[in-house]
């Protein structure tokens, strides 16, 4: 098992199947796209654990929290991560992140989008460390999001070539990009 699964695992995490689109919709476009040295990710949002994007539903500072949005960029994470290991093969591939862009379903007076988006990068972090796992990142309001998902988070990350995984971590300043 890769390392950076088995830190979600000791972490009580595991990863959901592909997303599977709701009855007459078609999703005509990869969730990953590499180019290169990258990985370009499509918009996700969280995932209930049968596959399906309806985990969580709602309007942050309406029907949903601060808290509750917070758990929906965790499970947009999660999301991400099963896309990202089903097109890499393993998560250690992973160099680092690069940028991230969050939404936030919320009410019109809402102003609390980077605590949401933080649900996102403070589990990116707790796995890959400060150094692979810090990005920039934009934490946006929307007045809805697709199947009224109250998180949807798209981004890009860098990767070690398939042969080049190195075994211990590396810093920012190893990585030449």
């Avoid at 942050?60 to 999301?79: I, P």
């Avoid at 990116?124 to 400060?130: D, F, H, N, R, S």
Wanted: aromatic letters at 6%; hydrophobic letters at 40%.
């Amino acid at each position: 098992m890769d390392n950076i699964e088995q830190r979600l695992r000791a972490l009580g995490y595991t990863l959901p199947p592909a997303m599977k689109a709701p009855a007459g919709v078609k999703l005509p476009f990869s969730m990953v796209r590499i180019v290169g040295d990258r990985a370009l990710i499509s918009g996700h949002g969280p995932q209930a654990p049968d596959g399906t994007p309806t985990a969580m539903t709602g309007i942050v500072g309406d029907t949903l929290t601060v808290q509750d949005g917070y758990r929906a960029a965790q499970l947009t994470a999660l999301s991400i991560l099963g896309s990202l290991k089903r097109s890499l093969g393993s998560l250690d591939r992973i160099a680092c992140w690069g940028k991230i862009f969050g939404m936030v379903a919320a009410a019109p007076d809402f102003k609390e989008h980077p605590n949401v988006i933080n649900g996102f990068s403070d589990l990116i972090i707790e796995l890959y460390g400060e150094e692979r796992g810090q990005h920039s990142r934009s934490a946006v309001g929307m007045a809805t999001l697709p199947f009224s998902i109250p998180v949807e988070i798209e981004g890009e990350v860098f990767l070690y070539p398939e042969s080049g995984i190195p075994a211990s971590p590396v810093t920012n300043a190893e990585v030449t990009l």
